[in-house]
């Protein structure tokens, strides 16, 4: 939240989107069918709205 008010500030009028990665961005152990490294949460959280577009 932090992070997302700090740009917000700076941002002004402009659009802009902060995504909080923090505990969802990468895995140290596989789990499940996801491997061990980069989760791609994000990609996965935006690709069907920007595909909308």
Same mark, same amino acid.
């Given at each position: 939240? #932090? /992070? !997302? ?9 402009v659009p802009w989107l902060h995504?909080? #990665? /923090? !505990? ?14 980069g989760t791609g949460a994000m ?11």
């Open positions: 939240m #932090t /992070g !997302g008010l700090f740009i917000g500030f700076f941002a002004g009028h995504l909080d #990665t /923090g !505990g969802t961005a990468w895995l140290w152990n596989e789990r499940g069918t996801e491997p061990k490294g990609v996965r959280t935006l690709a069907p709205w920007l595909c909308k577009s």
